[in-house]
Nanobody, 124 residues
């Protein structure tokens, strides 16, 4: 079993930055690919970014590419999402997810564990 706890959400003005963190329990964290998804009110949960087990491979949604950066520190069982140049349309609940395979997936169905989510609100 893996437990994921997100932190770092909040209210920020457009153009600002936030860094989300996701702390994972379990000794096998370093073998898992990790992902970030988000869900705005009335919308489906959508892929934001993913990183493979080593951190060598990353993938981003087109809407965040060049503004967001996913990274991980396996020694700390933590994955991060650095969000820069935030826009009002980035407002959503952000979820951390873990996949019990080493390679990346970009759909929610490829992930096995989910955190409780953290709210990010970007004001215009």
């Amino acid at each position: 079993q893996v437990q994921l706890v997100e932190s770092g959400g909040g209210l920020v003005q457009a153009g600002g930055s936030l860094r989300l963190s996701c702390a994972a329990s379990g000794r096998t964290f370093s073998g898992y690919a990790m992902g970030w998804f988000r869900q705005a009110p009335g919308k489906e949960r959508e892929f934001v970014a993913a990183i493979n087990w080593s951190g060598a491979t990353t993938q981003y949604a087109g809407s965040v590419k060049g503004r967001f950066t996913i990274s991980r520190v396996n020694a700390k069982n933590t994955v991060y999402l650095q969000m820069n140049s935030l826009k009002p349309e980035d407002t959503a609940v952000y979820y951390c997810s873990a996949r019990t395979l080493a390679d990346i997936a970009t759909t929610r169905y490829g992930y096995d564990y989910w955190g409780q989510g953290t709210q990010v609100t970007v004001s215009s």
